[in-house]
């Protein structure tokens, strides 16, 4: 059964920085996409990172700049300078396995808070 742990949320003020864990375990399959998505109160949860197993990687705009996704094998990372109120969220691991159907799987979720 596969699944993902996340590490790292917490309370931080603004323009600090954080760095967000995400460890993936019962498979030996190395997935075709990993990253990272949020969701704040009242709102949808969106892409913030994502990272190929070739490192190809995109962003959304509004982290660009500031965010940088990395991982090793199954494990993800997601560094966050120069945080916002507006990062405010619970952000969330994703692994995306494609080989003859398609598998995805979430985190359990973590909270980033950033304080003004």
């Known amino acids: 059964q596969v699944q993902l742990v996340e590490s790292g949320g917490g309370l931080v003020q603004a323009g600090g920085s954080l760095r967000l864990s995400c460890a993936a375990s019962?498979?030996?399959?190395?997935?075709?996409?990993m990253g990272w998505y949020r969701q704040a109160p009242g709102k949808q949860r969106e892409l913030v990172a994502v990272?190929?197993?070739?490192?190809n990687t995109d962003y959304a705009d509004s982290v660009k700049g500031r965010f940088t996704i990395s991982r090793d094998k199954n494990t993800v990372s997601l560094l966050m300078n120069n945080l916002k109120p507006e990062d405010t969220a619970v952000y969330y691991c994703?692994?995306?396995?494609?080989?003859?159907?398609?598998?995805?799987?979430w985190g359990q979720g973590t909270q980033v808070t950033v304080s003004s």
């Open positions: 994703n692994a995306d396995l494609r080989g003859a159907g398609r598998e995805i799987y």
């Open positions: 990272i190929t197993g070739a490192a």
């Open positions: 019962g498979t030996i399959f190395i997935f075709n996409v």
